[in-house]
């Protein structure tokens, strides 16, 4: 069965600095497109993907600069750093297994929240 679970969400001040991780189980972790997508009272947007050659990444405009997605293959984990957070970043994190739109898999979502 595939799972995804996501960590490292929390409360932070404006201006700082988190780490999310999500780790995989239950397929072939190389051989798909690996994403993070955000739902904010505004509405859901997908934040970055990178892509199963691991050489290609996306960014929404709004994180690009800021936000860096990262995967370590042994550990069959996805990462998303997150710099220079704001107010407007605040939303449920969710892990995905696919690009937009063709998502297999998803995870459960981690609590992000900037405010001081």
């Known amino acids: 069965e595939a799972q995804l679970v996501e960590s490292g969400g929390g409360l932070v001040q404006p201006g700082g600095s988190l780490r999310l991780s999500c780790a995989a189980s239950?397929?072939?972790?190389?051989?798909?497109?690996m994403s993070w997508v955000r739902q904010a009272p505004k509405g859901l947007e997908w934040v970055s993907t990178i892509y199963s050659g691991r050489s290609n990444t996306y960014y929404a405009d709004s994180v690009k600069g800021r936000f860096t997605i990262s995967t370590d293959n042994a550990k069959n984990t996805l990462y998303l750093h997150m710099n220079s957070l704001k107010p407007e970043d605040t939303a449920v994190y969710y892990c995905a297994a696919g690009g937009s739109p063709n998502v297999s898999y998803w995870g459960h979502g981690t609590q992000v929240t900037v405010s001081s």
């Open positions: 239950g397929f072939t972790f190389d051989d798909y497109d």
